[in-house]
């Protein structure tokens, strides 16, 4: 990668790690849960607006950690906002892998802009350690959406 992207890249890291988005908590959420990166020492609440038709009406998140989590999260909530659950999940499985192999771009990420905005953390999968500062807030995504209310980073992937 260029320098000059590489530094681009962070910037919008720390740009969301510094002022996330959706940083609040909703009053009545339909789903919540709690993730624990004890690795890193990362902690965020994510809350869910999951209507009946299951597509994710409100997202925020609260919670510190570190630049790469905060960031993670706040840049999730921007893009599973309007999705239904399947298509978050979907998000996910995509990010993971981006996170964890080291095999350059995916290729399913080819046109979903939204994909597309998230490598910018992909290169956490240079720092194994990392990885788990990413994947936190979608962990967490997944736990409220499972109706799981808590999760940690060392239960496993
Ligand atoms: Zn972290």
Not at 80 to 106: I, N, P, Q, W, Y
Request: hydrophobic share 35%; charged share 30%; glycine share 8%.
């Amino acid at each position: 990668m260029l320098d000059e992207l590489r530094e681009l890249y962070q910037e919008v890291i720390l740009d969301h790690g510094k002022k996330p988005r959706n940083f609040r908590r909703p009053e009545h959420p339909t789903n919540e849960a709690a993730g624990r990166n004890p690795l890193c020492g990362d902690q965020l609440v994510i809350y869910l607006d999951i209507a009946k038709d299951g597509r994710i009406t409100d997202v925020a998140f609260v919670g510190k950690g570190c630049a790469i989590s905060m960031a993670s999260a706040s840049m999730m909530t921007e893009i599973v906002k309007g999705r239904t659950v399947d298509e978050a999940k979907k998000l996910f499985e995509s990010f993971h892998r981006m996170c964890t192999h080291d095999h350059g771009e995916s290729p399913e990420a080819d046109g979903d802009e939204d994909i597309e905005k998230l490598q910018v953390l992909s290169g956490v999968r240079q720092f194994p350690v990392r990885v788990k500062c990413a994947t936190l807030p979608w962990h967490t995504l997944s736990a409220a959406i499972e109706g799981v209310k808590e999760v940690s980073t060392e239960a496993g992937g």
